[in-house]
């Protein structure tokens, strides 16, 4: 939805976009890049396909803004759950 936004404002020929995601769980102590060290962390590999008449500033353009969009951010933020019984 954030592609698409951010294509029909700057009137770019996109046409469609496909995002495939895979999840997993991996020991910590095998992800470089990451602060934590121990457990498990969750790893969600990414994939877009955009469709239309797209140069490559234009692609790499869009894949820039596919990391801003809302749910991304909310991802890569500590996030903290709180659960309680209604009632």
Known sequence: M??????ERKRLPLERVTVRLRHDKVHA???A???TREGKIDRIDREIEV?????EAQRARLLEIADKCPVHRTLHA?????????G
């Open 2 to 7: 954030t592609l698409r936004m951010y294509a």
């Open 29 to 31: 102590r095998d992800c």
């Open 33 to 35: 890049e990451c602060e």
């Open 51 to 55: 469709h239309g008449a797209l140069d």
């Open 78 to 86: 500590e996030v903290r759950v709180q659960t309680r019984l209604a």
